[in-house]
T-cell receptor, first 108, second 111 residues
Framework: DAKTTQPNSMESNEEEPVHLPCNHS???????IHWYRQLPSQGPEYVIH???SNVNNRMASLAIAEDRKSSTLILHRATLRDAAVYYC?????????FGDGTTLTVKP | DAGVIQSPRHEVTEMGQEVTLRCKPI?????LFWYRQTMMRGLELLIY????????DSGMPEDRFSAKMPNASFSTLKIQPSEPRDSAVYFC?????????FGSGTRLTVV
């Protein structure tokens, strides 16, 4: 399975943008890039996903490198409720493997 | 939409007992996943189904674990016999088109 690499932790100030990086150098042409987040004592929550083009939704934006070997999740204005573990995963025909994720701390 | 419903929320059982975890996916979702989460190993995919058919069970740790999906609205994960190292939070997720919704999980403690 293709793997992803993320920083263990990141910090942000409230109401500032946050860029969460993810490397996936062994991605295959049919792998989708997904981002999920997990708040304490909850199951993971879908954030966004894409294949090749940048994607936007009400929660975040996903910027995908041209060679698809890396991507960045962008939270435009971090709030205290965005503090969570963020997972970048690759999915192919349904199968996906979660890594350790990035723990995002948001400071007021 | 009630989301993915898992039961029970908490389960405490003695070593050697049979444990059955239940999941009701969101109607219309054609994929169903079972994950296990521990501090040591993080989130692990155990098995997933597509249209009620098991597609990949390579993550099931051993023969003590079994999963079924008799219809589109119900799935079970059974552990028999249970062992203390099976203690974890077990998540069920369903989805389609690449977007998956997770349940709240079942926290299993085997003593």
């Amino acid at each position: 399975d293709a793997k992803t690499t993320q920083p263990n932790s990141m910090e942000s100030n409230e109401e500032e943008p946050v860029h969460l990086p993810c490397n996936h150098s062994t991605i295959s042409g049919t792998d989708y890039i997904h981002w999920y987040r997990q708040l304490p004592s909850q199951g993971p929550e879908y954030v966004i996903h894409g294949l090749t083009s940048n994607v936007n939704n009400r929660m975040a934006s996903l910027a995908i490198a041209e060679d698809r070997k890396s991507s960045t999740l962008i939270l435009h204005r971090a709030t205290l409720r965005d503090a969570a573990v963020y997972y970048c995963i690759l999915t192919n025909a349904g199968k996906s493997t979660f890594g350790d994720g990035t723990t995002l701390t948001v400071k007021p | 939409d009630a989301g993915v419903i898992q039961s029970p929320r908490h389960e405490v059982t003695e070593m050697g007992q049979e444990v059955t975890l239940r999941c009701k996916p969101i109607s219309g979702h054609d994929y169903l996943f079972w994950y296990r989460q521990t501090m040591m190993r993080g989130l692990e995919l155990l098995i997933y189904f597509n249209n009620n058919v098991p597609i990949d069970d390579s993550g099931m740790p051993e023969d003590r674990f079994s999963a079924k999906m008799p219809n589109a609205s119900f799935s079970t994960l059974k552990i028999q016999p249970s062992e203390p190292r099976d203690s974890a939070v077990y998540f069920c997720a369903s989805g389609w088109g690449g977007k998956y919704t997770f349940g709240s999980g079942t926290r299993l403690t085997v003593v």
